[in-house]
């Protein structure tokens, strides 16, 4: 399922956002020119815009208002990426080479946080003092929840409340922000906005589990970037928790056996995923991205009932049919 | 060389270090402290250049002074941690020499722009975005030069300028808290307009010369800014401020051999 689909109603805004990220990041120097048209160009589902702009739709004032606030959330999604990229030593993403791998880390450090700056320097025409606490918030709790996450790689007896907190602050955070943001601006009534952001925090939650399960279930080609990345660098997501507290005692023993070497082979990264696969941990996180999107529709009650509303139900509906 | 200049703001920059060490200890995982050892001439030296141009104003450093210079504090670590990344062939051990940098850098950019909302400083969000901006983008032509062999002394240079620039001139504005920043855009005649363009230009030159000190560079491309800056002090108000700043050119100058120009001397006689 692919998630720009369901954005047909609002695509006329979502390319004044792209034309809008074109003319931001045009630069005199044709080396670094090169490089943001590369990034620009290498995709992406675009869902915090779309969900800014669908937001925007609760709203009394000028919905155009939103597509520089949705460009500037979509510059800070780009510059976590590239950041992420980094600290993953990721070679591709969506199937293409990352910046790092093109242009070196020093590069896409200083790329990543240009995005970063440069959506500052959008956003601080919006004198919405919630919105720029808001984002000021999430940007500081992604970070921390990245340290997080490497400060405890390969710590394998984690448990699933620090992996709900991480998750919540790595992802659901600024997706959260993303569902507010439109009605911010648009100084939507405040149960909207509410209502929102408890449709963003819960799609975030079921959106991260979702990921973290394909990483173990999908090829690479799919993925459009390694397979089983998480546990080659020691990052303890739901399957692995469920797998090594919860499974069946022989799979449970055997696990503690391929966990317990400092260095992972690929013959034991490769066992470890098909314990996953076998032992009903992709079962056990799935049912939590089941529980996720109904709350996430639940709360979509509480909004009017408009096409905003139905998009945000599929696309909520849409989280746990992803296949990247 | 900056021992003194730093000596001069000990209880502010004492303040704002503490609340930020404060902040650190909170950043889950300990091990964070290995990868953000940052020297001190490093990490102070946009605050005091922020501190010491309010001073030139007001005697008094007012909570707003000191939450600028906060401010200015966590871009300059944040910078300074950012300022240049090794690959991953380089790193002798990614995770202090790569990650910790990379994720605590990208923390205290949220933590500056978390303060600017936090203090109702949101008039500088724009200039200091902006300089992030400017600055970034001479880091990476920076990072992409590297990577072909081809010297990139000047953009490190115009970095350094850029920031030091914005430390003083900010540093002038938040201290007069006369009208609001964009004023001074469009109306040359505001006071302290001038003292504001004067310290961001001896600002300019002040920072390059640092950058080219710390890199122990052939002082023969400093003496131009060295001399500018002369020409320049003799623009700003005497008093302790400038006095500092003078023995802060003196200091460069004495170990690069280069000499208090004569017309200065004939002035301060």
């Not at chain 1, 009394?60 to 590239?82: C, R």
């Not at chain 2, 002074?65 to 002798?92: K, T, V």
């Amino acid at each position: 399922m692919q998630f720009k689909e369901l954005y047909q109603e609002i695509e006329p805004e979502l390319e004044r956002v792209e034309e809008y990220l074109s003319c931001c990041l045009q630069t005199a120097d044709s080396r670094l020119q090169d490089s943001y048209r590369y990034l620009l160009q290498a995709g992406g589902k675009r869902l915090r815009p779309a969900f800014a702009i669908l937001s925007a739709r609760y709203g009394t004032q000028n919905g155009g208002a939103i597509i520089p606030v949705a460009a500037a959330f979509e510059l800070v999604h780009m510059a976590s990426l590239v950041h992420d990229d980094i600290i993953d030593e990721a070679a591709l993403r969506r199937g293409k080479p990352t910046i790092r791998s093109l242009f070196g880390n020093d590069f896409a450090l200083q790329l990543g946080d240009y995005l970063f700056a440069r959506a500052l320097n959008i956003l601080e025409a919006y004198p919405n003092p919630a919105l720029h606490r808001l984002l000021a918030a999430a940007s500081m709790e992604m970070s921390r929840a990245e340290i997080g996450q490497i400060a405890t790689a390969y710590h394998y007896s984690q448990g699933i409340r620090r992996y709900f907190s991480r998750i919540k602050r790595k992802t659901s955070l600024f997706i959260t922000l993303s569902c507010q943001a439109g009605a911010l601006v648009g100084e939507a009534p405040g149960e909207c906005v509410k209502a929102l952001g408890h449709y963003g925090h819960c799609v975030g939650m079921a959106f991260q589990i979702t990921d973290d399960v394909l990483d173990y279930l999908a090829d690479s080609r799919t993925l459009g970037k390694p397979a089983a990345s998480d546990i080659r660098q020691g990052i303890v997501t739901l399957p692995l928790i469920y797998a090594v507290n919860q499974a069946g005692a022989p799979y449970r023993k055997r696990l503690f056996s391929l966990l317990s070497e400092n260095s992972l082979t690929e013959e034991r990264i490769e066992a470890v995923v098909q314990i996953i696969k076998e032992c009903g941990a992709v079962e056990y996180s799935l049912s939590f991205v089941d529980r996720f999107v109904r709350k996430a529709i639940r709360e979509l009650s509480f909004l009017p009932d408009c096409s905003a509303t139905e998009i945000l139900r599929q696309i909520a509906k849409g989280v746990c049919r992803r296949e990247n | 060389m900056l021992n003194k200049l730093f000596q001069s703001f000990l209880p502010e920059i004492t303040a704002v270090e503490v609340r930020l060490g404060h902040s650190l200890r909170k950043l889950e995982g300990q091990v964070v402290h290995k990868g953000i050892d940052i020297k001190k001439e490093n990490r102070l030296w946009l605050p005091v250049m922020c501190l010491l141009s309010a001073r030139m104003v007001g005697k008094k450093v007012t909570d707003k002074i000191l939450h600028l210079a906060g401010i200015f504090y966590l871009l300059n670590c944040a910078f300074y941690l950012h300022w240049r990344l090794p690959d991953d062939g380089e790193a002798a051990r990614i995770k202090e020499e790569v990650h910790y940098p990379l994720l605590v850098g990208d923390w205290l950019y949220s933590n500056m722009y978390a303060d600017i909302c936090r203090y109702d400083l949101q008039q500088y969000l724009q200039p200091l975005s902006s300089l992030m901006v400017a600055v970034k983008q001479e880091l990476a032509l920076n990072g992409l030069k590297k990577k072909e062999n081809i010297p990139t002394l000047g953009h490190e240079l115009k970095a350094g300028g850029l920031m030091t620039e914005q430390a003083c001139s900010l540093g002038i504005h938040v201290a007069a808290d006369l009208y609001p920043l964009a004023a001074y855009s469009s109306n040359t005649d505001l006071p302290d307009k001038y003292l504001m363009d004067t310290m961001g230009s001896l600002g300019y030159r002040l920072g390059v010369l640092k950058i080219l000190w710390e890199k122990k560079e052939n002082p023969a491309s400093a003496i131009d800014d060295w001399h500018h800056c002369w020409d320049i002090m003799g623009r700003i108000p005497s008093g302790r401020e400038k006095l500092l700043l003078e023995e802060l050119l003196l200091s460069m100058g004495g170990k690069w051999g280069l000499y208090k120009p004569a017309f200065c001397k004939e002035n301060h006689a």
